[in-house]
């Protein structure tokens, strides 16, 4: 090689070598310290196209999830209504079969239809008060709290819906609500306790009404299962393509950091070359 004041051929080579490797280190720290192999559109731009797509499903089934939970606190409080109504018509049953037998008279009678109006008034209020946010699916009394009505609920990230019906529970309380009238006679009462008889029939919907609800609830837990599975799955894929190597890039840095180092040193002796011509004139 030549020696020139003009031309430093070494040192443009050592400069080279040293911004090569200042570019290296640079974007070893970048994966470093955000612990990306692609943080950005300037690392990898299909790469990171392809993880804001993911990142966008996650993001939508994490609001989907939001709204199915929100439901979930829906359907358990319809349950529990229906469960409450349930209970208290079997202790009415108990009592319509007593008012069925034409020699409960007198007091006697009275004491039971009374017995029979107070726990009419018990199913009333669970149907009046089973609202959850201000929704209700049953709650269609007179003095009910939450807005009355079916609902449909976001599934998925592409926004398809489930829906869950009402049931009305003021059509229910109006077919029990006998009258101290009708109580009075024992072959009217029998009449309603009959195999299809109206108190029977009611009480079939209401068990019929908690089974549409438990179904409902049993897909929304297996729904929000399933898009919390698909969840880990998507980052899980988006992390081996643009995840960094943490292990690999600490090590990369440490060689990197020390190329750095000799490439310095390489370009100051390369700089000091020239110096030496100086000698050759007794300076």
């Given at each position: 090689m030549s020696n020139s004041i003009n031309t430093n051929i070494g040192a443009?080579?050592?400069?080279?070598?040293?911004?090569?490797?200042?570019?290296?280190?640079?974007?070893?720290?970048?994966?470093?310290?955000?612990?990306?192999?692609?943080a950005d559109a300037t690392d990898?731009?299909?790469?990171?196209?392809?993880?804001?797509t993911v990142r966008n499903q996650v993001g939508a089934l994490t609001?989907?999830?939001?709204?199915?939970?929100?439901?979930?606190?829906l359907l358990a409080t319809t349950s529990s209504g229906l469960n409450n109504v349930s209970n208290m018509m079997q202790s009415m049953q108990q009592v319509l079969v007593k008012l069925a037998d034409p020699t409960v008279l007198g007091n006697e009678r009275t004491q039971y239809i009374s017995q029979f109006q107070s726990d009419l008034a018990n199913v009333k209020s669970y149907i009046q008060d089973s609202s959850y946010s201000g929704k209700t699916l049953i709650g269609?009394?007179?003095?009910?709290?939450?807005?009355?009505?079916?609902t449909?609920?976001?599934?998925?990230?592409?926004?398809?819906?489930?829906?869950?019906?009402?049931?009305?529970?003021?059509?229910l309380y109006g077919s029990i609500a006998f009258t101290s009238t009708q109580l009075q006679?024992?072959?009217?009462?029998?009449?309603?306790?009959?195999?299809?008889?109206?108190?029977?029939?009611?009480?079939?919907?209401?068990?019929s009404a908690m089974n549409t609800y438990g179904a409902a609830t049993n897909f929304v837990n297996n729904q929000i299962t399933f898009n919390n599975n698909k969840i880990d799955a998507l980052n899980s894929g988006m992390g081996a393509l643009?995840?960094?190597?943490?292990?690999?890039?600490s090590a990369q840095l440490t060689a990197l950091q020390i190329r750095q180092q000799l490439g310095t040193q390489a370009l100051t002796l390369a700089n000091n070359a020239p110096q030496s011509l100086l000698k050759l004139f007794g300076l």
């Open positions: 443009m080579i050592a400069l080279r070598s040293l911004n090569s490797t200042n570019a290296a280190l640079a974007a070893t720290q970048k994966q470093i310290s955000t612990g990306y192999r692609v990898d731009g299909a790469a990171y196209a392809v993880a804001q609001s989907a999830n939001q709204q199915l939970g929100n439901v979930q606190g269609n009394i007179t003095g009910s709290s939450g807005s009355y009505g079916s449909a609920v976001v599934r998925n990230e592409l926004g398809a819906t489930y829906h869950i019906g009402s049931y009305s529970g003021s059509a006679g024992a072959s009217t009462v029998a009449a309603l306790i009959t195999a299809t008889g109206t108190f029977t029939n009611e009480f079939n919907a209401v068990g643009i995840d960094a190597n943490l292990a690999q890039e």
